[in-house]
């Protein structure tokens, strides 16, 4: 189910664990000075960025039945998609002293002042979902989560073959994730690169909707009035797609045909919406991180070698591949 790519987490994190180099240089020497505990006694501390999304919801839900599954005890936290409450979680996880620290940063900078308080006190932090932008990678043990220019990659390489007859300009409208956030800023990227092949695809408009339904909405419905002539919505992920739906609906057009719509991540309300025919395409992002995250965790405890980057494999949905999906997905 997933593939690896990166290099070896760290030999200095082996040779601290080994005694052979300070604590701070991973965060995780102080549990090779006292040897792995006893799974039960392990303490993890989640800083979850927030209830934003159909996905978020998912990866929650994935985070908190695997450590239950496990035996491991999760302190968890929500952020409300804000950074200073991410960064307050994560002080106080320093402050019970947590064996490990895992988070998904709602925005990529920022954070090199608290995961060096984290690193200071010798506790080791997993990256899980979205990325951080630090030059300083001994920051944390490994990130664990999606490749999201590939995906938007994806997005861009359906939309050239869908309109690959097309002479006539081709409007888009971009729906943004959260400004700053590693999904939106990659997605962003991996969809321009793309469509930059040919010069008759014009993204006429691209605004940030928070990744939530209510932004998608909003957003759309303010950008159809100064963009009428749209052809096509990619958003970055399906919530934002399903706020689209409803407002082209509002305007008294169809989705799927008028608008055509491409999204990101294959919950259960954007598979339904395919499988109805109101969005085109969607390219999975999985929120199942939790069995991942519990074989860091307990690599981290036994002093065993961490990728540094894991990188989850994904598929990408036709209507037909939807219809055909539904019936089993999980989430
Ligand atoms: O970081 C993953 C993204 O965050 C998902 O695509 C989106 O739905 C969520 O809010």
């Not at 927030?50 to 985070?63: L, P």
Request: hydrophobic letters at 45%; one cysteine or more; proline letters at 3%.
């Amino acid at each position: 189910m997933k593939k690896i790519i990166g290099t070896f987490a760290a030999g200095a994190m082996l040779l601290a664990l080994a005694g052979c180099a300070p604590a701070a240089d991973t965060g995780s020497g102080d549990a090779a000075a006292a040897g792995p505990k006893a799974e039960s006694d392990l303490v993890v501390g989640f800083a979850q960025v927030g209830a934003e999304s159909g996905w978020r919801t998912a990866n929650t839900k994935d985070i908190q039945s695997a450590f239950e599954e496990a035996g491991i005890e999760l302190k968890f936290s929500d952020a409300q998609q804000k950074q200073e409450n991410q960064i307050k979680a994560i002080r106080s996880y320093i402050q019970q002293q947590v064996d490990v620290i895992a988070f998904s940063p709602v925005v990529e900078t920022g954070w090199d002042a608290v995961l060096n308080e984290a690193k200071d006190a010798g506790i080791p932090v997993v990256l899980t979902d979205r990325a951080v932008d630090s030059a300083d990678d001994s920051l944390y043990v490994t990130f664990l989560g999606s490749d999201f220019v590939l995906e938007g990659e994806k997005a861009g390489d359906w939309v050239v073959e869908e309109y690959k007859d097309q002479t006539e300009p081709v409007e888009i409208i971009q729906l943004e994730g959260t400004t700053g956030a590693a999904p939106a800023i990659d997605r962003a990227e991996g969809f321009a690169e793309v469509i930059a092949s040919d010069p008759k695809f014009e993204v006429v408009a691209s605004q940030t909707g928070d990744f939530t339904r209510a932004g998608g909405k909003q957003v759309t419905e303010a950008l159809l009035k100064s963009n009428p002539g749209v052809d096509l919505i990619y958003a970055h992920n399906d919530d934002m797609g399903l706020g689209a739906i409803e407002a082209i609906e509002a305007a008294g057009l169809v989705p799927g045909k008028d608008i055509k719509i491409v999204t990101v991540d294959a919950v259960k309300d954007g598979m339904t919406a395919l499988a109805d025919g109101k969005i085109n395409f969607i390219v999975e992002c999985s929120p199942l991180l939790g069995k991942q995250l519990i074989e860091v965790v307990k690599q981290i405890n036994n002093g065993e070698a961490t990728e540094k980057r894991i990188v989850t494999e994904e598929t990408t949905f036709t209507q037909e591949q939807a219809i055909e999906a539904l019936p089993t997905r999980a989430y």
